[in-house]
């Protein structure tokens, strides 16, 4: 089983709609999470972290932490064609090195 | 923009050679980790370096090492290349005492 999962995608979704990403992890000790975008060929950028169970909203994003059923998921609202991208999920180990175990991601393609 | 930097942008080597990549950390952030990101997979954790020590590495083998600098930038070395080291390596820096990473452009390895 992997440690984090999430769907490859692509999600695509019509410009100005909410485009809804999910996760599930396998660690039950994990303390941390957090969500990246990554354009095509570049890096990942750190988008949104949450510690708690709950919603976090920044902006157009709101991060939502479920620890009991070991799930994140991220919406993004009024969505854009710059939103296109893949939407990689990150948990923290809680072990001494604080490293990051990352999903394949998902695909996220807003249509204009 | 994050403020990490990483050389060279990308790099074509033989299988066999031995590569140095480097990254130098935002300022202020003194932890240095190091990924690899193989197309269409999300980035894997290879190590961590804090106070010039290596504090944590996932399932690597030995040819990959690393170092830290006083000035907290670092260099990640891989020996007798093979071609599934063909990735997109990636350095992410942060404080020791927070799980937040923010990750470098990349260096774009390319083994034939």
């Known amino acids: 089983q992997k440690e984090v999962e999430q769907n490859s995608g692509p999600l695509s979704v019509p410009e100005g709609a909410i485009a809804s990403l999910n996760c599930t992890y396998s660690?039950?000790?994990?303390?941390?999470f957090f969500w990246y975008r990554q354009y095509s060929g570049k890096s990942p950028e750190l988008i949104m972290s949450?510690?708690?169970?709950g919603d976090k909203e920044d902006g157009r994003f709101t991060a939502q932490l479920n620890k009991a059923s070991q799930y994140v998921s991220l919406l993004i609202r009024d969505s854009q064609p710059s939103d296109s991208a893949t939407y990689l999920c990150?948990?923290?180990?809680?072990?001494?090195?604080?490293?990051?175990?990352f999903g394949s991601g998902t695909r996220l393609l807003v249509r204009p | 923009e994050t403020g990490v930097t990483q050389s060279p942008t990308h790099l074509i080597k033989t299988r066999g050679q031995q590569v140095t990549l480097r990254c130098s950390s935002q300022?202020?952030?003194?932890?240095v980790s190091w990924y690899q990101q193989a197309l269409g997979q999300g980035p894997q954790f290879i190590f961590q370096?804090?106070?010039?020590?290596?504090?944590g590495r996932g399932n690597f083998p030995p040819r990959f090492s690393g170092l830290q600098f006083p000035n907290y930038s670092s260099e990640l070395n891989v020996n007798a290349l093979e071609l599934d080291d063909s990735a997109l390596y990636l350095c992410?820096?942060?404080?020791?005492?927070?799980?937040?990473?923010?990750f470098g452009p990349g260096t774009r390895l390319t083994v034939t």
């Open positions: 992410a820096s942060s404080f020791r005492e927070s799980p937040e990473q923010y």
């Open positions: 660690d039950r000790g994990s303390q941390s």
């Open positions: 370096y804090y106070r010039e020590e290596e504090n």
């Open positions: 990150a948990v923290n180990l809680m072990d001494s090195s604080y490293k990051l175990i």
């Open positions: 949450i510690y708690s169970n």
């Open positions: 300022s202020g952030h003194n932890t």
